[in-house]
């Protein structure tokens, strides 16, 4: 299940970080909040450009950290927060998911769908 602190923070601008784990180590890109969507079941559907990189460590390694805050959003102690997602990613392109996605973003040319494990409130 999706915190609606989570849900608040992506209606913010803010900076998304996805963690992957390939042949040669971590691998870090970056988003904005605002390109991520959730799903009804609680998916996270975030548009992909290019991230070959990250596509071809989900392929070997589904496994993904994620993080996402806004300084707009109260947070546990003061002003902003930040969240730590773990959870399973998939690269779809085609179906439901993908033709939401596409939608809004023509330049995206495949989503990663993330099902979280653990969504733990950093800030």
Do not use: C
């Amino acid at each position: 299940m999706i915190p609606e602190k989570l849900r608040e923070v992506l209606g913010h601008e803010g900076v998304v970080a996805i963690a992957t784990l390939g042949q040669d180590g971590p691998h870090l890109v970056n988003t904005w909040n605002s390109y991520v969507q959730i799903t009804e079941a609680g998916r996270l559907l975030i548009p992909m450009g290019y991230m070959r990189r990250t596509e071809a460590n989900i392929a070997s390694n589904n496994q993904v950290l994620i993080t996402m805050g806004s300084r707009e959003v109260a947070g546990n102690m003061g002003p902003g927060t930040g969240f730590l997602i773990k959870g399973v990613a998939s690269i779809e392109t085609s179906g439901p998911d993908f033709d939401l996605v596409k939608a809004k973003f023509p330049w995206a040319r495949a989503v990663m769908a993330v099902t979280a494990s653990a969504i733990d409130q950093t800030l």
